[in-house]
């Protein structure tokens, strides 16, 4: 009677201590330039190397430009953290995945693609977006920096054990509903704090209907709800995803893998701690009004009034809605927007893009809106390229950049000016984001396609 | 090593903000340093400071009226981006706890992993916390964590103050080991390679 999760983390739990904290063996770790550097520092003022290098591979990510990246970065000081993270590898024997190389990516893009990340896995990365990977069926979660430190030094890290919530999303989905929209959608009715303490288990007819990309966002925006991480249990699509890719299983081994990996379920009479349910047919494009991922509206709804907030919570509420220029109780359609940014490790992947070009396809940009367009990784790139997508895009207006993590974040120069308003297919809407005092609605990618030719927040079925 | 958690009487600087999230205690843009240190003076840069990198007289950090080791803030405090930085810029202002009635989990561990204290209180003794704070920007707060306790102590420099109030709280009791003694789970983890690579071959 365990659940999916109990049963990987039990598998990998080499010690339970005093007070709950497990000594949990780490199967595969990613590490990025941001979240490193002080890791290999701590490791070499303890005079150690790395204890198993070969689990462990770098993709350069946060800082990366998307123009010119066979020149060198422009700002000082992301350069030294990209160089840093191409000396410690060198160092200390690590695979790095260097910018603009064939399978550069941002980090939870790349796993999946590559092949890396399988299921029954435990990975993590010291980034919170690692709750990704659990779309194959892995319990995968984001950490700290002394905790990819632990793991550099002895490949467990130290971890209280989580509680479990099974989500369940049953039915069919609406026309030009996706799968952003459904997290949106299940964050915004649990809020940013719903999932604190908890490992999550999507499930239901509609979970299972998504692709492997799709599942990949749901998973992904698990950390938005607060949980430890999110986890699909891996089926025929998870398999059909995995096979053939570069460091999958081959032959043999394959039919080993296969064969565990269809165990990989939660028992019929498992309990889980919290279990929630919900309809498909009651989710709708989703938008985000405010300054946390659990401030979405279907696109249509209006803003909640302050009545409506608990009395507690008005002050930040108000705060919010100040930031944004918004009102409460007032609709968000018809509203002037000024970027659109499609990326990600949210909606990044090549089904994103090829959502969006076929949305776009035959129309134009709305004059006077910025799109950025990312691609995930390299291999997305190149397939967007082989589709005939950055020719579509170009033909409507838009431009496919470089690889990388873009303006989610802002750490490069692809940043929100003061004051404007972005669509973004991200997974963060926080205070300047973005950058400094921009505003960010977060939505899937074909919410963002119609505002990018309508220049208005539109629902993509009125288009 | 980790410096030793001391048991500490402080004043206290009130953020009464719910969902305060990494972005807002570190910025994205100063995560490009490759070094622990030096975080501090960008704590909550962008609320602290205007586009001219003036202090921004109406936020708690600026004010003259409010100081001390002990951050007392909204619910669901440091959520969002699993940055470390972002304990790292709270311990390096000179913060030894933060006090929440909800904190997320990586911040959680972060700030155990850098013995910064994250006291996590109950709702209606986070409302008199801030309360008190506002009466009295003097009012002294006791962290105890032998005892796990939290006690509001009034100045003595107004008369409104009613008796002390306290709570106790809730800490992992290996992560309060660690903290008191100064012991990091780094050292714990290379002690056990022999059973980790024991794991390796028996799994």
């Not at chain 1, 998307?66 to 030294?80: F, G, I, R, W, Y």
């Not at chain 1, 990996?261 to 309990?271: F, N, P, R, T, Y």
Request: include cysteine.
């Amino acid at each position: 009677m365990n659940t999916l999760f109990d049963k990987i983390w039990d598998a990998h739990t080499i010690e339970t201590m005093a007070g709950g904290s497990c000594v949990l063996y780490i199967d595969r770790q990613y590490i990025h330039e941001v979240t490193s550097p002080q890791a290999f520092e701590g490791l070499r003022a303890r005079g150690m190397q790395v204890f198993r290098p070969e689990q462990i591979t770098a993709s350069p990510d946060h800082n990366i430009p998307t123009k010119n990246q066979h020149l060198p970065v422009e700002d000082p000081l992301s350069a030294q953290q990209l160089s840093t993270l191409e000396e410690n590898c060198e160092e200390f024997g690590i695979n790095i995945f260097k910018v603009g190389t064939p399978k550069n990516g941002i980090i939870h893009v790349m796993g999946p693609e590559t092949g890396m990340t399988q299921p029954g896995m435990t990975i993590v990365c010291g980034d919170s977006h690692t709750s990704t990977h659990g779309a194959l069926g892995c319990v995968a979660f984001g950490i700290g920096t002394s905790e990819v430190e632990m793991v550099l030094t002895s490949q467990c890290v130290l971890q209280s054990k989580p509680k479990t919530m099974r989500i369940n999303v049953n039915g069919a989905l609406h026309p030009n509903v996706c799968s952003k929209d459904v997290i949106l959608y299940i964050i915004s009715k649990l809020g940013t704090d719903g999932g604190t303490g908890y490992f999550i288990e999507f499930a239901g007819s509609t979970i299972r209907s998504l692709s492997m990309e799709a599942r990949m966002t749901i998973c992904n925006m698990s950390i938005e709800m607060g949980a430890r991480g999110g986890m699909i249990a891996p089926d025929e699509t998870t398999f059909t995803y995995i096979k053939g890719r570069e460091f999958a299983p081959q032959g043999e081994a394959w039919e080993k893998a296969l064969g565990e990996w269809k165990l990989l379920k939660s028992d019929a009479d498992a309990v889980f701690d919290q279990e929630i349910t919900f309809d498909a047919a009651d989710i709708f494009p989703m938008i985000t009004y405010g300054t946390n991922p659990g401030m979405g509206i279907s696109i249509n709804d209006s803003l909640p009034k302050v009545s409506e907030i608990e009395e507690s919570s008005r002050p930040s509420f108000l705060k919010s809605l100040e930031y944004m220029g918004f009102q409460d109780g007032e609709k968000l359609i018809g509203k002037a927007i000024d970027y659109v940014f499609v990326g990600s490790c949210t909606n990044g992947r090549i089904e994103d893009l090829r959502a969006f070009a076929d949305y776009v396809k035959g129309k134009q940009k709305a004059e006077g809106v910025i799109a950025w367009i990312v691609p995930g990784s390299k291999p997305v790139e190149k397939q967007a390229i082989e589709e005939g997508i950055k020719d579509t895009l170009e033909a409507a207006g838009f431009e496919l950049r470089q690889p990388g993590c873009s303006a989610c974040l802002a750490m490069n120069d692809d940043k929100i000016p003061a004051g404007k308003y972005c669509v973004a297919t991200s997974n963060r809407n926080f205070e300047g984001r973005q950058g400094p005092d921009s505003r960010t609605l977060l939505a899937g990618p074909l919410v963002a396609a119609a505002a990018a030719i309508t220049g208005v927040i539109t629902d993509p079925n009125n288009l | 090593m980790l410096d030793k958690f001391i048991n500490l009487s402080s004043t206290a600087i009130p953020l009464p903000i719910e969902n305060i999230d990494t972005d807002q205690i570190i910025p994205a843009r100063y995560l490009k340093a490759t070094t622990r240190e030096g975080f501090g003076k960008q704590l909550f840069y962008d609320w602290r400071y205007d586009t001219d990198g003036n202090p921004k007289a109406d936020f708690a950090l600026n004010s003259p009226i409010y100081a001390g080791q002990i951050l007392v803030a909204g619910k669901n405090f440091g959520c969002g981006s699993s940055r470390e930085h972002a304990a790292w810029a709270i311990y390096g202002a000179g913060f030894k706890v933060v006090v929440s009635s909800f904190f997320a989990d990586i911040f959680r561990n972060n700030a155990l992993n850098n013995g910064l204290l994250p006291v996590q209180v109950s709702e209606s003794f986070l409302a008199k916390l801030f309360d008190a704070i506002k009466q009295d920007p003097k009012t002294q707060i006791q962290v105890n964590l032998e005892k796990q306790s939290i006690a509001i102590v009034a100045s003595g420099e107004t008369e409104s103050k009613s008796e002390t109030q306290s709570e106790t709280f809730e800490i992992n009791s290996y992560k309060k080991e660690c903290l008191l003694k100064g012991y990091d789970d780094v050292d714990y983890l290379i002690s056990k390679h022999p059973e980790i690579e024991k794991f390796e071959i028996e799994r």
